[in-house]
């Protein structure tokens, strides 16, 4: 601040800028909710606590326990490129609404997962959580299932009572093979059957941080799994990915994979998980970095610099490889104006504006067509 009583008498100017740029808000936070190992008082259940490390974790709710699938889970978040969870410990389902309204007051949280949890009931009630919210992803665990295409069998049962309008959530199948580490020191090693979300979850984190939300959290190795308890063929992922079941798959020389991408909507638009992440980043981001504009005159000043935050935000959206098109121009758009700001419009307070954005999508199909070359005559494709 100028202290002007120091000053001559004159006019003076002082430049203000609160049109500043718009920060990118985070993805790759995880809300890992189940029972915990520690017997907690009735006042802790259902409380978030941040998390950093497994031994973070161990530390406040104790280590694992062979029966609980929320450990493993937490184990794999990290081990798969996690690096900060809210735990939120309930005693069993009775306590997850109220764990679920907790964490609506924690904003940073932007995926959520139920480890071993496939009740399709109690798993809408986390979709529905996130769709709420606008800016979370459930991450759910398929049914264990040994005949996962009879469309009675427990898969199938689960997928279809859990379709999603908007694409808030994605199913993962099959549960990982992990060693178990509750086996005592020189004893013989075992192996132990766990739910993967806590792990995909980790895998997201991962991805997010190395590639960017755009990028599709999928063809990623699963960190800690030696195996998988289904292990799919071409034909049966293929009539799973249909329904929008996401697959873990192993192939020759390769670890576990993450090998689909797909959210648990009919629609199109919202087909792919990293679509409905990235919308939901750019949302985000964009509450936060206009809040500046709350209360401002309502006129072409304020709508230019509304329009010049965003546009030099969904700029470097764009320049990340984010959004389609050679030029900025094709890859997204800005519009505030008269036409969606007339004289009622204003009357009551509201400033309008339209974004449309051309996001990228996952090249799910490599079509590689080869034939016989005769040296110089076009191919023969067979």
Request: charged share 15%; with cysteine.
């Amino acid at each position: 601040m100028v202290d002007y009583q120091t000053k001559a008498p004159g006019v003076y100017i002082e430049e203000i800028t609160p049109a500043g740029p718009i920060a990118g808000s985070g993805t790759s936070t995880a809300a890992l909710i189940g029972t915990v190992t520690a017997n907690l008082p009735n006042g802790q259940l259902g409380v978030p606590v941040a998390v950093t490390s497994w031994s973070g974790y161990v530390a406040a709710f104790g280590g694992f326990d062979r029966n609980l699938n929320l450990p493993f889970a937490v184990r794999g978040y990290f081990e798969n490129g996690g690096t900060l969870a809210y735990i939120a410990p309930i005693k069993d389902m009775a306590g997850l609404p109220a764990a679920l309204d907790a964490l609506t007051r924690v904003p940073d949280v932007s995926l959520v997962a139920l480890p071993g949890v496939v009740d399709p009931a109690v798993q809408t009630t986390v979709i529905t959580h996130c769709e709420t919210m606008g800016d979370r992803f459930a991450v759910l665990d398929g049914a264990p299932d040994a005949t996962p295409l009879k469309n009675d069998g427990a898969l199938q049962t689960q997928r279809g009572g859990l379709l999603s309008r908007n694409g808030f959530a994605g199913l993962y199948w099959p549960w990982i093979v992990i060693s178990d580490p509750t086996v005592a020191p020189g004893a013989a090693p075992a192996t132990l059957t766990k739910p993967p979300s806590g792990h995909v979850a980790g895998i997201m984190a991962r991805s997010d941080n190395q590639r960017g939300v755009h990028k599709a959290p999928a063809n990623e190795p699963v960190r800690g799994a030696i195996d998988l308890a289904y292990p799919l063929n071409d034909t049966e992922q293929g009539t799973l990915n249909q329904k929008n079941i996401n697959a873990l798959r192993s192939f020759p020389g390769r670890p576990p994979l993450v090998w689909g991408a797909r959210t648990l909507t009919d629609g199109t638009p919202w087909r792919y998980v990293n679509v409905r992440r990235l919308f939901s980043y750019v949302e985000d981001s964009i509450l936060a970095g206009v809040r500046w504009a709350v209360f401002e005159p309502n006129n072409t000043g304020l709508w230019k610099g509304l329009e010049r935050s965003i546009t030099e935000f969904l700029t470097r959206v764009w320049q990340s490889g984010a959004l389609f098109g050679r030029t900025a121009a094709e890859a997204f758009y800005v519009k505030i104006d008269d036409e969606l700001n007339p004289d009622s419009t204003r009357a009551l307070g509201e400033v309008h504006i339209e974004i449309g954005m051309a996001p990228v999508r996952p090249a799910e199909y490599v079509v590689v067509r080869i034939g016989i070359w005769d040296g110089g005559a076009q191919v023969n494709e067979g």
